[in-house]
């Protein structure tokens, strides 16, 4: 995969992003999740998109990673969830509709009519609204470990919960330690030690914005449940989800497959709200029967 970071100014913001594969490849866009930037999809899961005919773009959310930052105070996310679940109505700094633009927007720059979209966590819920509110963009949807934003299917559990919603640290150490057991606790049994060891010290290295995740929860209850907008997609759609996730249960998956018409659930024994490796060749599978 290229390291060559790029950037594009595209709905009022900048956004940076990567490219890999043949430029005559069949575009598919990688949208990643809650506080979570482009390198947190595996080089080699993406490697491995490209040798099977992908040319694939990845990015940087806003308020993560290198692009643009929010100004102003971030929400408290703790705050947000509660409200949120209790149906109360959020008013943040921008929606995920807003999030959907900048990802058309650099699609948009890209020149690039229509891709394949797929998204993880937060990513499934930008990856839906991008094809409900922008459905000739989207080749096809693939939410993986998502949901559709109706606050009766979050039930994360405890230790899931808090390890989303840690308390901040200051020193590189602790902070790396902490994102290594937050990741230990989502991930299930594939849980891999060395690559997440690896990954935290080169997702602080590359950017720490902690404040991000305040700023895109917001933005997560702002927009509220997709499930009607989503049951008249006429998107090809597949949604993936593990079997074990602590963070997102499996009835999140189930439900939005639900909501889409003929959509296709894949489900995963020992995924929990991670991409393990042992999975990719069936996902891999399950993409190119959408091209």
């Given amino acids: 995969m290229t390291d060559q970071d790029q ?3 595209v709905n ?3 956004i940076c992003y990567r490219h890999t ?3 005559d490849g069949v575009p598919l866009l990688l949208i990643m999740g809650l506080g979570a930037q482009l390198i947190g ?3 080699r899961f993406v490697d491995q998109l490209q040798q099977n005919g992908f040319w694939v773009v990845l990015f940087d959310n806003r308020d993560c990673g290198l692009s643009s930052k929010s100004e102003g105070n971030s929400p408290n996310g703790a705050d947000l969830l509660l409200r949120a679940t209790m149906g109360e109505e959020i008013v943040s700094n921008y929606s995920l509709s807003d999030m959907a633009l900048d990802a058309v927007g650099l699609l948009d720059h890209l020149k690039v009519p229509s891709a394949h979209i797929v998204g993880a966590s937060m990513g499934g819920m ?3 609204t991008i094809a409900i509110e922008h459905p000739q963009k989207a080749r096809s949807l693939t939410s993986i470990m998502s949901a559709t934003g109706d606050p009766n299917d979050f039930t994360p559990t ?3 919960l808090s390890a989303l919603l840690s308390e901040p640290l200051t020193k590189r150490d602790q902070i790396i330690k902490a994102n290594v057991e937050a990741s230990k606790v989502l991930a299930g049994p594939l849980w891999n030690k060395s690559y997440a060891q690896e990954m935290a010290e080169k997702s602080y290295d590359r950017s720490f914005y902690p404040d991000g995740i305040g700023f895109q929860l917001g933005a997560i209850g702002m927009s509220g449940d997709r499930s009607e907008k989503l049951s008249k997609l006429s998107v090809p759609s597949l949604v993936i989800h593990g079997e074990v996730d602590p963070l997102l249960p499996l009835h999140c998956g189930e439900a939005t497959a639900a909501a889409i018409p003929k959509a296709k659930l894949v489900t995963f024994e020992e995924m929990g709200h991670d991409l393990p490796e042992k999975y990719w060749p069936e996902i891999i599978e399950e993409l190119l029967n959408f091209c």
Avoid: K, L, R, V
């Fill in 7 to 9: 950037f594009a100014t």
């Fill in 12 to 14: 009022g913001i900048e």
């Fill in 21 to 23: 594969g043949n430029d």
């Fill in 41 to 43: 999809w595996p080089e």
């Fill in 126 to 128: 930008i990856a839906q």
């Fill in 158 to 160: 405890d230790e899931a």
